[in-house]
């Protein structure tokens, strides 16, 4: 045991063969070493080689003895991650592997995989974002069958015919309540790419007027500008489409970038979705308390 004489605070002189101090550290070492040939005679081979002229072995020279005879750990290559793939090269992979393994084999697989993952989801957290949904929708449902009483300018564009139920306020109640850890969920993309999005429709329809022309280039400088801020925003997109084939919406001029998307999913949509994720919050903590040792729980991916 070596490594207890170098826990001595004094310095300890021994020679190779016999140890001159007779601290309890250097008995121990004494004691592994004489009995052991190898040792003894590996010890006075590295004392040789490190011309050592006194015939003493001082904790320096038992440091750089032990260091030296230690073999080395071998160490292991850095590993990188896998690059994330493109959707057409994962479908590239796809098909290159039904080639070689058949078709229904790989169908098989890839079903497998994904049923695996879903397996790790916890059900209740899974209804409770289906509750979350539902009650959502409903009341977006309710405000715009009440919404031409709204004071103001608000209920004038309802009168006319603006209906809250816009398909851009489902993508966002999925991503919402299925993936609210989504890089494209994050407060910036709503707000962010919400301006862009509506900002880019505005320009274009005051330049160019409605048409397939401004309808294309709308979306690409939405687009752009969305990549240039970090903000990307999928449910802009749809913002777009449907303000193109509005007659009600272009009316409203911009006032548009502010209502009736971005007003009621501030108002209506984040609450729900943050009261959901506070109960599902809840659920992972007193699943956690009762299955204390369980890792099942504790590979489960939040939905």
Request: charge should be positive; include cysteine; hydrophobic fraction near 45%.
């Amino acid at each position: 045991d070596m490594s207890s004489l170098f826990k001595c605070t004094r310095t300890t002189q021994a020679c190779t063969g016999t140890f001159q101090s007779a601290h309890p550290s250097c008995q121990r070492l004494r004691s592994c070493l004489l009995p052991c040939p190898a040792s003894r005679d590996a010890l006075k081979e590295q004392l040789l080689l490190h011309a050592d002229t006194d015939g003493k072995l001082s904790i320096e020279q038992a440091l750089q003895c032990m260091a030296d005879s230690t073999p080395p750990i071998p160490s292991k290559p850095p590993t990188t991650p896998p690059p994330n793939r493109t959707w057409d090269q994962g479908l590239a992979a796809g098909v290159k592997q039904a080639q070689t393994s058949g078709l229904l084999q790989t169908l098989t697989q890839v079903t497998q995989s994904h049923l695996s993952v879903a397996k790790l989801v916890s059900k209740r957290q899974t209804l409770v974002a289906m509750l979350g949904m539902f009650i959502a929708v409903y009341a977006l449902g309710s405000v715009s069958k009440l919404s031409a009483q709204l004071p103001g300018l608000m209920g004038t564009w309802h009168l006319k015919g603006l209906n809250l139920m816009l398909g851009s306020f489902g993508t966002i109640c999925v991503m919402l309540f299925a993936r609210p850890d989504g890089e494209v969920i994050r407060f910036w993309n709503l707000i962010v790419g919400h301006f862009m999005a509506v900002g880019a429709f505005i320009l274009v329809h005051a330049v160019l007027g409605p048409g397939v022309h401004s309808r294309a280039l709308a979306m690409a400088l939405a687009l752009g500008a969305m990549v240039a801020t970090d903000s990307v925003h999928p449910p802009g997109g749809a913002l777009i489409l449907l303000a193109e084939d509005s007659s009600i919406i272009q009316s409203m001029g911009s006032s548009f970038v502010f209502y009736p998307s971005l007003t009621w999913t501030i108002l209506l949509l984040l609450p729900c979705a943050w009261a959901v994720n506070k109960c599902k919050q809840h659920l992972a903590l007193s699943k956690s308390a009762a299955d204390a040792g369980g890792d099942s729980w504790q590979r489960a991916k939040l939905v």
